[in-house]
Nanobody, 129 residues
């Protein structure tokens, strides 16, 4: 049975940092594309970052590039999202997603929610100004 469980959300002030974790039970990490999405009520889901393949290729949305870092720990079966210099615009529920992609390129689809089969329940991040 596969499962994604996020944690690490919370309330922080503008400029502070948070690290989100996603424990990926039942997955072999290097065979999957793992992504972080976020969603604000009433708005569409936004792809934030992705890590993929044995090389751990990473992708970032322009809105977070230079501030957020995605990483994974294969031994702990965990994917992380280090978020620095947080802004009120980063306030959202953050979701971890996964899709089996051992050889498929994800360059054009990494930020498309429809391309992911597995989803976590989300963790809320609130950034106050």
């Amino acid at each position: 049975q596969v499962q994604l469980v996020e944690s690490g959300g919370g309330l922080v002030r503008s400029g502070e940092s948070l690290t989100l974790s996603c424990v990926a039970s039942g997955f072999t990490l290097e065979y999957y594309a793992f992504a972080w999405f976020r969603q604000v009520p009433g708005k569409g889901r936004e792809g934030v970052s992705c890590i993929h393949g044995s090389a751990g290729t990473t992708y970032y949305a322009d809105t977070v590039k230079g501030r957020f870092t995605i990483s994974r720990d294969n031994a702990r079966n965990t994917i992380y999202l280090q978020m620095n210099s947080l802004e009120p615009e980063d306030t959202a529920v953050y979701y971890c997603a996964a899709d089996f992609a051992p050889e498929r390129a994800v360059d054009s689809t990494w930020n498309q929610g429809w391309s992911y089969k597995y989803w976590g329940q989300g963790t809320s991040v609130t950034v106050s100004s």
